[in-house]
């Protein structure tokens, strides 16, 4: 009796494993009202949100630590962009779910992942599976499903969320209207490339940035090589310029520059920064072939004390764009 009780646990312990559900946004594609529910755990969100492509959204505890590998997701959001409910249920695949889980050790107590949904404007969705891989120290992301749900037009969506003529979205609308609204970045998957920022060897500059690519994804960016999508905006870029002068601002790239690089055929992308002597005007490169391409060229400006309370900035000014 002993040895099949000790049995039973053990098989038990095999088909369940820690992992809580998660709920993302595109930046600057908010979405509101959300409701997930994997049938054995859910999420929702009354507040709008909008924390990036795949990052995950809120602190959630579903219940139960250990739960089995779900075979379909029910979901319920509102679009910004769209004013639409869109709702419906996604297939999973468990086994390849199950499989993840087991490769990454989530039937131990110190191991924890999470089932990432994905919500984006014209009911586009991805579901994603994301934990620490312990052994490289490193974020493991990946893509389980991808769908389309089918939107609704729903009168009780609140007024402050329909109408956009109030303060809250005004970033959001100035935004919309440099970038558009790229459908095309969630209906197919953005290209990544090898990406290399050369913006640090002024150190005495200190320059800092983030940035946003099309599909709404937020990259928080140190000096490093790295495997990701292109950016459209620096969100922001700062640096420290004489007596101490910190200059911080949002800049849009070229509009074509995917379209660019895509011409070229480049594989790996090499960004280069230089500052004028001003401390205020930037110039951004194209490196290929060792060769020096001017991108843009841009005025940064001193943020505002209410820029910095709400970490929200404005746009540079005298912005000038040199590719075609």
């Known amino acids: 009796m002993i040895s099949l009780s000790l049995l039973f646990l053990f098989s038990c312990q095999k088909t369940k494993f820690q992992w809580e559900p998660s709920i993302s946004a595109p930046k600057y594609y908010p979405v509101g009202d ?26 959630v505890s579903s219940g139960d630590i250990y739960k089995e590998a779900p075979k379909e997701v029910f979901i319920s959001y509102v679009s910004a962009i769209d004013n639409l409910v869109y709702k419906g249920e996604v297939l999973l695949p468990q086994e390849h779910i199950r499989s993840l889980f087991e490769k990454y050790k989530l039937d131990k107590k110190d191991n924890l992942g999470y089932l990432v949904v994905g919500m984006a404007p014209n009911g586009w969705i991805r579901v994603w599976f994301q934990t620490i891989d312990k052994k490289a120290n490193d974020l493991v992301c990946i893509e389980l ?24 979205w005004d970033k959001y609308k100035i935004y919309w209207q440099l970038h558009g609204i790229p459908y095309e970045a969630w209906a197919n998957n953005e290209k990544e490339y090898d990406m ?3 913006f640090y060897k002024q150190e005495k500059n200190k320059v800092g940035f983030n940035y946003i690519s099309a599909d709404g994804t937020y990259y928080q960016k140190e000096n490093e090589k790295c495997y ?27 509009k074509n520059f995917k379209k660019y690089i895509e011409q070229k055929k480049l ?3 090499k960004l280069k920064f230089e500052l004028e002597d001003d401390d205020q005007h930037a110039v951004i490169y194209l490196i290929t072939n060792n060769l020096k391409e001017k991108i843009m060229r841009f005025k940064n400006k ?9 970490n929200d900035y404005y746009y540079a000014t005298e912005v000038e764009y040199f590719i075609k």
């Open 34 to 59: 959300v409701k997930i529910d994997f049938g054995n755990a859910g999420h929702g969100s009354l507040t709008n949100f909008d924390n990036g492509w795949g990052d995950t959204y809120g602190a």
């Open 145 to 168: 499903a991808k769908a389309k749900l089918k939107g609704y037009e729903d009168n009780t969506i609140g007024e402050g969320f329909r109408n956009k003529k109030s303060k809250y």
């Open 196 to 198: 290399y920022f050369d």
């Open 228 to 254: 990701q999508k292109l950016p459209v905006q620096f969100n922001p870029i700062a640096w420290l310029g004489k007596s101490n002068i910190v200059y911080e601002c949002n800049v849009a790239m070229p």
């Open 267 to 269: 594989k790996e992308v």
């Open 302 to 310: 001193t943020p505002t004390a209410e820029e910095k309370k709400n």
